[in-house]
């Protein structure tokens, strides 16, 4: 779980980082899971956008990938969400 100067500190970096997911009238695919386990494997830091024919709100896509990579949620603001995960090999 992340504290709430963690929280901060990652939404700062995250401001400057692309958006790599996005997320359509699919909703979330087994290949669009994978792409955010890869993403989350190589940068540990997310961004990830859902579109207006998407069937999920961004806070049900947040929620949902979370749970599928084991990642945690930074933030949810308008359509975007970034997710967060840290390294196998920081452990």
């Known amino acids: 779980m992340l504290t709430s100067k963690e929280r ?3 939404r ?3 401001a400057s980082e692309d ?3 996005h997320i ?3 909703g979330i695919t ?3 899971i994978k792409q955010a386990q890869d993403a989350l494997a190589a940068r540990e830091l997310i ?3 859902v579109q207006e024919n998407a069937p999920l709100s961004p806070r049900e896509a947040c929620d949902a ?3 599928l990579c084991g990642a945690e949620p930074v933030q949810v603001i308008g359509s975007k969400f970034v997710l967060y995960k840290e390294a ?3 452990k």
Do not use: N, V
Request: hydrophobic residues 35%; positive net charge.
């Open 8 to 10: 901060a500190r990652l």
């Open 12 to 14: 700062g970096l995250a």
């Open 19 to 21: 958006t790599i997911l």
């Open 24 to 26: 359509g009238k699919g």
């Open 30 to 32: 087994e290949p669009l």
């Open 47 to 49: 961004k990830g956008k």
């Open 65 to 67: 990938l979370c749970g």
């Open 88 to 90: 196998e090999k920081k």
